[in-house]
């Protein structure tokens, strides 16, 4: 039997599923790759890759060319099956895959991203028009991956999720417990980060996520100025790409008004080494996401959490147990759990222990491939019986016409 072939759509961040794309691919199928972000990750590894550019924002236009792009990368490299992640590719792969040969699609959300997160009039007006392309792009959707039973329900009532919903917990990717903290070992020495950074021997809050207001990062300066107060050895470390977000990006100005006791980052291919840095993991987000994977790799360097109540976050913080919960928009409630948490340090250890092991048991990169595996090998099961009753209809049909 031919080796199957697994197509991978995403975003600029699609390097982070490399190791589930590696684990695919260890399990018997060849794999490509198809990304808006950079090719070099997928080289090292020796992936095969395609640039796939998209607009993150609404942009008629951008779209059009995008969904020209996809379809003919699918046409270039003929999949069996094509597999989006995050909010466009998993609009645009179902659509493009009708103009190609057709392979089985797999959407996978991750949460409800921004037209879901926002009230403003822009993000009102485009929900109708999301639900229709969603309903549109399910006619042509294999199965549907959600990353939690709320998403799932949501699509659902709303008529867009097609055949085939089923959660697979971190469908995202999960997260290589085992590379993950391999990482943690052999990443640079705490003492050397913490004199780069201008840290000294302050306890660090730290965050990753990217630096926009629907992430929160407004209610996180709030609350860190109020953790300031209290406790002026603190300092918050902010971790996440700033210039490239567009409209909703906090400014450099915003950040600076907290200098000394935040130091904003940008981008950094070393988060392992970070986390391990720190004393506590804040994430502000009111953003309607999947399950974060920054929460668990937070949860798998040892760091007790606080977070806020939005429902993938609430995946792996169950409140004052693996961590605590705060609703979002407010920073005086997250400036407290921090201040509690880091007076609390026996209370704070047993719920960092807590969340690691669930994310270690529920989470595990091991887990997730193993529940992809079993769906695609159902799903192409499908297409090759498909397959097989086109061809015998075929041939029923050539007898019929020769007698």
């Known amino acids: 039997m031919l080796t199957q072939h697994v197509l991978y759509v995403g975003g600029s961040d699609h390097d982070l599923r490399i190791p589930f794309m590696l684990a695919v ?45 996809l379809s003919a990368i699918l046409g270039e490299v003929r999949p069996d099956l094509a597999q989006g992640f995050d909010t466009k590719p998993c ?39 999301y639900r229709a392309m969603h309903r549109a792009a399910a006619l042509s959707t294999a199965a549907t991956v959600f990353e939690m039973d709320d998403d799932r329900a949501f699509f659902e ?8 919903g089923l959660v697979i917990p971190a469908g995202g990717g999960g997260v290589d417990v085992e590379g993950f903290r391999r990482a943690l070992a052999e990443s640079t020495p705490v003492e050397q980060l913490r004199r780069e950074l201008g840290l ?73 080494a970070l986390l391990k840095l720190a004393d506590l993991f804040a994430f502000p987000t009111e953003y309607r996401e999947g399950v974060p994977r920054a929460l668990l790799e937070a949860a798998l ?17 169950r409140d004052g147990w693996s ?3 705060v609703p979002p928009h407010a920073p005086d409630r997250l400036a407290s759990r921090i201040i509690d948490l ?44 498909l397959d097989a009753s086109k061809v015998d209809s075929t041939r029923l049909a050539h007898h019929h016409a020769s007698h």
């Open 25 to 69: 691919r260890n399990c018997g199928f060849r794999v490509t790759a198809a990304g808006s972000g950079d090719r070099t990750p997928f080289d090292k590894v020796g992936l095969d890759f395609y640039p796939f550019r998209f607009d993150r924002f609404m942009n008629p236009f951008s779209d059009w060319a995008a969904l020209k792009s």
């Open 91 to 129: 609009l645009l792969l179902p659509l493009a895959a009708r103009a190609a040969d057709h392979p089985a699609i797999v959407r996978t959300i991750c949460g409800r991203a921004w037209v879901y997160s926002s009230r403003s009039p822009l993000a009102l007006a485009a929900r109708p028009v």
């Open 157 to 164: 009532r709303h008529r867009m999720t097609g055949r085939n």
């Open 200 to 272: 000294g021997t302050s306890p660090v809050i730290i965050t990753v996520t990217r630096m926009t207001r629907h992430k929160g990062i407004p209610t996180l300066l709030k609350a860190a100025a109020m953790v300031h107060q209290v406790r002026p050895d603190v300092k918050f470390l902010l971790v996440g790409p700033r210039e490239s977000e567009g409209p909703l990006a906090v400014t450099q100005a915003e950040i600076d008004q907290h200098a000394p006791y935040v130091v904003a980052t940008g981008p950094r291919s070393d988060v392992p």
């Open 301 to 317: 360097a040892g760091l007790p959490i606080v977070s806020t109540s939005m429902p993938g976050c609430c995946e792996v913080v």
């Open 323 to 325: 961590g605590f919960l």
């Open 342 to 385: 880091l007076g609390e340090r026996k209370t704070a250890e047993m719920m960092a222990d807590r969340a690691a092991q669930l994310v270690a048991e529920k989470f595990s990169l091991r887990m997730i491939v193993a529940r992809h595996v079993a769906l695609y090998a159902e799903l192409l099961a499908q297409d090759s019986r």
